[in-house]
């Protein structure tokens, strides 16, 4: 296949593929000269972090190494020995024997008096793979073999790991000083969850019982002397009266009861205190309603025994006597059913 490309042709793309990386490596010097003016402005405004970072930029462009002994100069003015150093080095490095000998002898006493102003920390007693930071910025997972270079001054060193409680602490140092760190992670512990709350429960109510049927089956004998026979009687009679005073008392105590519980039951959502409170109060009446019902119906009893023993003479008891009492308890009353043969 024979050749048809005309040597015009042939020559104008070799021309081109001369050029381009010529103009390409010009675009690159003048934007690395763009930031390095832009570094020089703000450098003079006093604005050292920005002319960092315009520094940097024009010295990752062309990688010329004079940039670095500006990096090295900017870095001293901003108290950050560490940086000034490595900036310095690799300006003696980079640059070799295209640096004059007066430059040369001026770098390497800068080093030195910055280098000074270096103190060393060897990290320690990490878990394996804890991120390590240095004030605020990563420097590596443990183990962290090599020791860490910090300028003068005080410094936070912080470290976490899955599993494990963040942990940091602040060390202050002087120039040259060589300290260890001890930095121990705690094992993170996972709290239980809460219990459950407690949902009040309103205490049971003990309404007041109604008492068995009171049976009193006694021979009656004759009365010794019609005296004797009326003072009973008489007592009978006031002995059913306090009986009936209790029960009534009773009943009164059970209303009140009852009353005290209905209104604890009311509060009982709003104020758990007060209902507490009301609730105590309907169980004391309760206890106080019991004992007045128990007494008065002893006491009717009684009364009603008394009184058959003690009739007058010439109308004996029957010997077959019997009298039956059943106190009678209901919503809003409460009495005494009697009943017997005599």
């Known amino acids: 296949m024979r050749n048809t490309l005309k040597p015009t042709a042939f020559l104008a793309v070799v021309l081109g593929a001369l050029t ?3 103009a390409a490596r010009a675009s690159e010097k003048e934007e690395a000269r763009k930031h390095y003016d832009r570094a020089i402005e703000l450098v003079d405004d006093g604005q050292l972090e920005g002319a960092i970072v315009e520094f940097q930029r024009s010295y990752d462009l062309t990688h010329h190494f004079a940039v670095l002994y500006n990096i090295g100069q900017v870095f001293v003015s901003l108290a950050k020995p560490v940086e000034a150093v490595d900036a310095y080095q690799r300006y003696l490095v980079d640059g070799g024997k295209k640096i004059p000998a007066v430059r040369h ?13 270096i103190a060393t920390l060897q990290i320690r007693g990490l878990p394996e793979g804890a991120m390590v930071r240095l004030d605020g910025k990563e420097i590596g997972k443990a183990p ?13 060193i912080a470290a976490s790991a899955e599993g494990y409680d963040r942990a940091e602490k602040e060390v202050t140092v002087a120039g040259e000083d060589q300290k260890v760190v001890e930095l121990v992670l705690a094992k993170h512990v996972v709290e239980a969850p809460p219990p459950p709350p ?22 009656v004998e004759p009365p010794a002397r019609q005296q004797s026979m009326s003072r009973l009687r008489i007592a009978g009679i006031v002995s059913g009266a306090a009986g009936v005073a209790g029960l009534a008392a009773g009943t009164a105590c059970w209303l009140v009861a009852k009353s005290r519980h209905d209104e604890a039951m009311g509060n009982v ?4 205190d007060k209902a507490q409170s009301l609730q105590g109060e309907a169980h004391d009446f309760v206890t106080a309603g019991n004992a007045s019902f128990i007494a008065g119906g002893v006491l009717v009893a009684l009364g009603v025994v008394l009184y058959f023993v003690g009739a007058p003479d010439g109308q004996p008891a029957t010997p077959d006597t019997h009298v039956h009492l059943m106190p009678a308890v209901g919503s809003g009353f409460a009495g005494l059913n009697a009943g017997g043969t005599w």
């Open 20 to 22: 381009a990386p010529q």
């Open 105 to 117: 002898t001026e770098v390497e006493k800068e080093i030195a008096r910055q280098r000074a102003r």
């Open 269 to 272: 959502n709003q104020d758990y």
């Open 144 to 156: 962290i073999a090599a020791p860490v270079r910090v300028g003068v001054g005080t410094h936070a």
């Open 198 to 219: 407690v949902v009040p429960v309103a205490p049971p109510v003990f309404l007041p019982a109604v008492s068995a049927p009171i049976v009193v089956s006694a021979p």
